[in-house]
């Protein structure tokens, strides 16, 4: 008995959708769950998979037809079975059949994601092509299935799942530890700093809360120690994550030496060749230096050197407003220096929705930082002591004198000398390019993270890292959709945020309409002493679909968790308001955004 191909429903308000590539010919077999066609509604593009195993008898609709939900399309059945008559449909308006299709030719890779300095997210991820790696891949005499360069948290993660998966994986790495920008020199000691930097705040504010302590006394040291345990603790845990699944830790520093090959130069200098099925290039990336203030590492400081700073310096010119800028700005606010936090561009976190740039901008100047934004860095002068840094804005020139000046203006991929040139790879403004499934042009070669232009984030990296590897085990995967990943600043107070500001969204051409909740209405909020900020929620008027959320304010970057789920499960703001959440907490703002939306929110 032959299994029905039907044409989804995508979203409780799709009617049809418009087939744009069949994925299996008639005639060919197919697996449970394989993607068997493409389809494009109003709202999503999708990959639509086979409801049965079998072989594909017929298609009754081909590529460019549109077609209603519930409308069968195709047929799945035995060897030797036969489609018969094009079924009726069962939906309201039936199409007519279209002959059976030939295969379709083999897929080519897709087209690689546009070679932007990733400043702000690509617009939207790319098709992914057809399963390719066992052609592109033959299986071979290798040493190993995977050799990733790099142990960041694209090399490692990747690493891990390759072994879940029972693939012989090694991860070469040229620190003396696992782990990379994200666990040494990135997310995880800048989040313990900003932890005491947190709780130095609290402290002062204890008293608002019937808690009678002394002003804190903050011992740097100790701080930095509290921050190099968790440091540790991050790093050993991978290494245990390594025995566990049987990933092959290799310290050195490797470089392709052929597209089945890596070749491991040793700290002693003593070399070793990797073969290997497939090569992962996941190099990251390293502080970017610029012309007029090149870092000397005493008073010119990169976000490296200043992780290694264990004094406070009593008072830091950060230039760059960008998420690690402004975290850097905020724990030495609280540290008790004097800062001063300057932007080129017109707003801080220029990526961020305007209104939550405005607030943070007036939060911080609140919290005694002066930010300058428009504002360029000329000149910067080292001298004993500190630097003279020369700002211009507009027309009119200032002068600060400050004992450091952090350059955090972003960061420089890593390809230079990973041997791309024997493998016949090359870059666009040093990113490599890639195509949705993370692979090079050469197809058994995947590279991801911060060496390819997208997000400069540890979440996207890892994201990045198990679809690269479940596409090697041939799985059904599915490219990221970019514009569902969320980006988070963990200054005081917190920004979150995931889709699109409510600038992109008209861009995009949608009917776009806001609902804003402010913490100030939160009882939890003010519990906590923080009922600054808020929740907006930016949806498409036609749909009613979510497109983006956007939160500054006390837990922002746990609080858009929820928001995600909303926009990968495509709720429209209307279920997201009769979701019940729990009282009293900070999620009930979301909740009231979404009332917002539609009309008054219950507590405004
Ligand atoms: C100060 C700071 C704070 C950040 N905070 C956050 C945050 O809170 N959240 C977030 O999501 N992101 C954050 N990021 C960004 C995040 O750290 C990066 O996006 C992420 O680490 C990129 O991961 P990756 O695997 O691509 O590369 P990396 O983490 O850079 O790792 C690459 C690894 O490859 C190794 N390597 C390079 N070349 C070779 C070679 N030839 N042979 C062997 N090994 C090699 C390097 O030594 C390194 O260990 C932060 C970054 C910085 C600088």
């Known amino acids: 008995m032959a299994t029905e191909v039907v044409m989804p429903q995508m979203g409780e308000s799709i009617a049809e959708g418009t087939i744009t590539k069949w994925l299996v010919g008639v005639g060919e077999k197919v697996e449970r769950d394989q993607p068997l066609f493409e389809i494009s509604t109003d709202k999503v593009d999708a990959e639509i998979p086979s409801p049965a195993a079998g072989i594909l008898l017929a298609i009754h609709n081909a590529a460019g037809e549109t077609v209603p939900v519930n409308k069968v399309v195709g047929l799945i059945g035995a060897a030797g079975e036969t489609a018969g008559a094009a079924p009726a449909a069962s939906a309201p308006a039936p199409q007519p059949a279209s002959a059976p299709m030939a295969a ?45 360069v790099g142990s960041g948290p694209g090399g490692y993660v990747a690493a891990i799942r390759a072994g879940q998966l029972g693939m012989k994986v090694a991860c070469v790495e040229k620190d003396p530890k696992f782990g990379g920008t994200c666990t040494h020199r990135g997310c995880i000691p800048t989040k313990a700093l900003l932890h005491s930097a947190e709780l130095v705040d609290q402290i002062r504010h204890a008293g ?190 200032s002068e600060i004198d400050a004992e450091i000046l952090l350059v955090a203006v972003g960061r420089a991929p890593v390809t230079e000398d990973i041997g791309l040139d024997k493998v016949g790879l090359t870059t666009e403004k040093g990113y490599l390019q890639i195509n949705g499934v993370m692979q090079t042009k050469v197809p058994n070669i995947y590279a991801l993270g911060d060496v390819v232009p997208t997000p400069w984030l540890a979440h996207i990296a890892s994201a990045e890292g198990i679809l690269a590897v479940e596409h090697m085990k041939a799985m059904a995967v599915h490219p990221l959709n ?23 969204a008209k861009e995009r051409g949608y009917d776009v309409g806001v609902g804003k909740f402010s913490f100030m209405a939160s009882g939890k909020a003010r519990i906590l002493g923080k009922a600054q900020g808020f929740v907006k929620i930016v949806r498409d008027k036609k749909y009613d679909e979510i497109l983006g959320v956007h939160i500054i304010g006390p837990h922002a970057t746990d609080l858009i968790a929820e928001a995600c789920v909303a926009l990968q499960a495509e709720m429209t703001t209307e279920e997201l308001m009769h979701t019940i959440h729990a009282h009293p907490t900070l999620s009930e703002a979301v909740m009231e955004a979404a009332h917002a939306t539609l009309g008054p929110p219950i507590h405004s």
């Open 104 to 148: 379709p030719a083999p897929a080519a890779v897709a087209p690689a994601v546009a070679a932007t300095a990733p400043a702000a997210p690509p617009a939207a991820a790319v098709a992914a092509p057809a399963h390719v790696p066992a052609a592109a891949a033959p299986e071979g005499e290798f040493d190993y299935d995977l050799v990733i």
């Open 208 to 397: 608002d809360f019937g808690i009678a302590v002394g002003e804190p006394a903050i011992e740097i040291e100790k701080v930095h120690a509290y921050k190099r345990g968790i440091v540790d603790k991050s790093a050993s845990g991978i290494e245990s994550l390594f025995k566990k699944y049987k990933v092959e830790g290799v310290r050195g520093y490797g470089r392709l030496n052929g597209a089945h090959s890596v070749e491991v130069t040793a700290a002693d200098g003593s070399r070793r060749t990797l073969t290997t099925r497939f090569v992962m290039i996941a190099t990251g990336s390293v502080p970017r230096d610029i012309r007029v203030a090149p870092s000397n590492g005493t008073t010119i400081l990169n976000s490296d050197h200043i992780l290694e700073m264990e004094r406070i310096p009593k008072s830091i010119v950060v230039l760059g407003a960008g998420a690690v800028g402004t975290e850097f700005a905020s724990v030495f606010k609280s540290f008790g220096s004097d800062v001063t936090l300057v932007e080129m561009l017109p707003r801080i976190l220029p990526i961020e929705d305007e209104e939550v740039s405005k607030e943070l901008e007036r939060q911080l100047k609140k919290r005694g930082m002066k930010v300058m934004t428009a504002t360029q860095l000329t000149k910067a002068e080292p001298h004993d002591g500190g630097v003279k840094v020369t700002l211009k804005q507009g027309d009119k020139e």
């Open 482 to 504: 970019y514009d569902r990943t969320p980006s988070c600043t963990y200054c005081e107070p917190e920004v979150g945020s995931v889709g699109l500001t409510e600038a992109k």
